[in-house]
């Protein structure tokens, strides 16, 4: 069985503190409205969920990693652990909202299905997650430093970076019409560098390695990326792609 990602909060918060400010966009898309009710799925440390609170909605976070969901809390978040391939609701959401998260989940359509479950009839699904081309260097440096090492990089990767016609498929078959999904190149500065990116977020291609080998691993990767991802003063940015979309349900439930 594939091991898990773990969620450091504090790596995270230093690393990529970038991802909620960027998330403002699908923010903006979802256009919470005073009075809703509100899940954002992947609160992570809860930075975006806060802000739906603060529009007057009635928010609900939720996370698979208890680190982020005791984060969460600590904004006066109402957040609960729970996978989002196994979202426990009914009926109950106005919207769902998603930042960052869902390309995380291997199980896409148990992802949509959940959310689809949990909103009332004419509830909207917002979100953002890595598409197709998402760190496509990165996917393609990790994958060689692997597999010189005999490793199956395609086995480990942990990431699902669907295209547009894949991902609207999806909504449509869970009952969903879909407004909008789109692809959107979004080169991105990385405040400590693609190391601690790599480090926050790549820990599962290295766990695949004898623990003697990780660190030489990690400095090869490093070494093919700067090719194309470090600038003359010694930057980085990272190639992320983003695949935005927003979906509804009918405003009445289809007959079965
Ligand atoms: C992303 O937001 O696209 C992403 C974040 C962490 C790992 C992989 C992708």
New binding site residues.
């Given amino acids: 069985m594939m091991s898990e990602q773990s969620w450091n909060v504090r790596g995270y918060q230093a690393n990529?503190g970038f991802?909620p400010a960027l998330g403002r966009p699908v923010l903006a898309l979802l256009a919470p409205r005073p009075g809703e009710r509100i899940l954002d799925l992947g609160c992570g440390d809860g930075a975006l969920t806060r802000e739906i609170v603060e529009a007057g909605c009635d928010a609900v976070g939720v996370d698979r990693s208890q680190a982020m969901v005791a984060a969460a809390r600590g904004r006066g978040v109402d957040a609960r652990a729970m996978d989002a391939a196994a979202l426990a609701f009914e009926a109950e959401f106005d919207a769902v909202f998603s930042n960052?998260v869902l390309?995380?989940v291997a199980d896409a359509d148990a992802a949509i299905a959940g959310v689809a479950r949990a909103l009332k009839p004419g509830g909207r699904f917002v979100g953002e997650?890595?598409g197709h081309g998402?760190?496509a260097a990165?996917v393609t440096a990790l994958a060689a430093v692997l597999e010189k090492r005999g490793v199956d990089a395609a086995a480990v990767n942990p990431?699902f970076?669907p295209t547009p016609g894949d991902y609207r498929g999806r909504l449509e078959a869970a009952g969903f019409s879909v407004d909008s999904i789109d692809l959107i190149p979004r080169p991105t500065p990385l405040p400590t560098g693609m190391k601690g990116?790599l480090e926050?977020?790549?820990g599962l291609f290295y766990a695949a390695l004898p623990e003697s080998e990780r660190e030489a691993a990690r400095d090869e990767t490093l070494d093919l990326l700067r090719h194309g991802l470090r600038d003359g003063e010694g930057d980085w940015t990272a190639d992320?792609?983003?695949l935005r979309f927003a979906a509804r349900l009918p405003d009445r439930p289809s007959p079965r």
Wanted: glycine share 6%; no cysteine; charged share 5%.
């Fill in positions: 990529a991802v960052a390309h995380w997650l890595g998402n760190m990165v990431w970076y990116w926050t977020f790549a992320y792609v983003r």
